[in-house]
C-alpha cells in the first residue's frame, strides 16, 4: 500500500536561513507524482510544488525546491530564506494510483515556525 | 481563473441532526471533485471524490454520503451526526483527465463540530 511519512512534528528556524522538510514515500508504482501543500492557521490548503517520478531534475518554484532521492524514496521540501509568513504546516502527498482519479495520499504533516 | 467556494465556513451542530456541506467551483468544466476531512493535528483522509456528474466513489464507510448534482457542485451529508464528523472538511478541485501532474486546489474550508 501507498504510504507517507513526515518524521517531524515540528521544525524551527530563524528568518532568512534555510530549511529541510522531511518526506519519505512507499510506492510499488514506477509511475508517481508528489506534492508539497502549505496550510496557515487560516486552514487552506495551498499547493506549492510538484515532482513526477520521471522527472530528471528537481523541481523549483521560487524558494521552494524539492530534494528529490527516488532511489531512498524521499522527497524532501527546501525553503531558502525562511520568512515569518512561512510559518505554517506543511503536508507532502502522493497521487494514489489505485484510483481512476487524482486523489492525493497526504502524510500527517510538519509545522514551521519561522522567528525572527 | 478558477476559484473554489465552501459554505458554511464553520458549523456547530448537535449529534443525530442533519448535515449539507457545499462546495462549488468556477472557472473550470469537468473538474474532479474531493471531499477529504482532517482531525485536528492530523493529515487530510479522503471520504469522496467524483470525476463527472452523478459518479461519487467512497473511500471511508460512514455515516457520510456525497453527491454532485452539477458539474462544478459537490455536497457532502449526513442524515444523523456523530461525535467522530467533528474535524475541518475540505473540498479540492484537480483537472480531469489529465494524467498524473494535476494538483489539486482546495476550498477555505468548513470547521464543523458536533456537540
Known amino acids: 500500500a501507498q504510504k507517507i511519512t513526515q518524521t517531524q512534528p515540528g521544525m524551527f528556524v530563524q528568518e532568512k536561513e534555510a530549511v529541510t522538510l522531511d518526506c519519505t514515500y512507499d510506492t510499488s508504482d514506477p509511475s508517481y507524482g508528489l506534492f508539497w501543500y502549505k496550510q496557515p492557521s487560516s486552514g487552506e490548503m495551498i499547493f506549492l510544488i510538484y515532482?513526477?517520478?520521471?522527472?530528471?531534475q528537481n523541481a523549483t518554484e521560487g524558494r521552494y525546491s524539492l530534494n528529490f532521492q527516488k532511489a531512498r524514496k524521499s522527497a524532501n521540501l527546501v525553503i531558502s530564506a525562511s520568512q515569518l509568513g512561512d510559518s505554517a504546516m506543511y503536508f507532502c502527498a502522493m497521487r494514489d494510483s489505485n484510483q481512476a482519479g487524482t486523489a492525493l495520499i497526504f502524510g500527517k504533516g510538519t509545522t514551521l515556525s519561522v522567528s525572527s | 481563473s478558477q476559484t473554489i467556494h465552501q459554505w458554511p465556513a464553520t458549523l456547530v451542530q448537535p449529534v443525530g441532526s442533519p448535515l449539507s456541506l457545499e462546495c462549488t467551483v468556477e472557472?473550470?468544466?469537468?473538474?474532479?471533485l474531493y471531499w477529504y476531512r482532517q482531525a485536528a493535528g492530523r493529515g487530510l483522509q479522503l471520504l469522496f471524490y467524483?470525476?463527472?456528474?452523478?459518479?461519487i466513489s467512497s473511500e471511508v464507510p460512514q455515516n457520510l454520503s456525497a453527491s454532485r448534482p452539477q458539474d462544478r457542485q459537490f455536497i457532502l451529508s449526513s442524515k444523523k451526526l456523530l461525535l467522530s464528523d467533528s474535524g475541518f472538511y475540505l473540498c479540492?478541485?484537480?483537472?480531469?483527465?489529465?494524467?498524473?501532474?494535476?494538483?489539486?486546489?482546495f476550498g477555505p474550508g468548513t470547521r464543523l463540530t458536533v456537540t
Open positions: 479540492a478541485w484537480s483537472r480531469g483527465a489529465t494524467g498524473r501532474k494535476s494538483e489539486q486546489y
Open positions: 515532482q513526477g517520478s520521471y522527472d530528471q
Open positions: 467524483s470525476v463527472g456528474i452523478g459518479q
Open positions: 472557472g473550470t468544466s469537468n473538474p474532479n
